[in-house]
């Protein structure tokens, strides 16, 4: 955990070395766009799996499924 906050305290270091501001990067219309177009991708992706694995585990978790009358 820390090795990982040292490496992006270096990053940010080398950013600002190089004059690169993350705000104008984040407020940039065309990363809005990008952001918006992978977070898109991200969530098909993620319904697509999740379907698949709905299909995958109902008829298990069915077969399981023992009913005890009372």
């Keep these: 955990m820390v090795q990982l906050l040292v490496w992006v305290i270096v ?3 080398a950013l600002s070395f190089f004059g690169v501001s993350l705000k104008s990067l984040v407020n940039s219309p065309t990363n809005k766009e990008n952001i918006a177009f992978i977070s898109q991708l991200l969530h098909q992706g993620w319904s697509t799996v999740g379907m698949w694995l709905h299909t995958l585990i109902d008829p298990i978790v069915g077969l399981l499924h ?5």
């Design 11 to 13: 990053g940010l270091l």
């Design 66 to 70: 023992v009913h005890i009358p009372f």
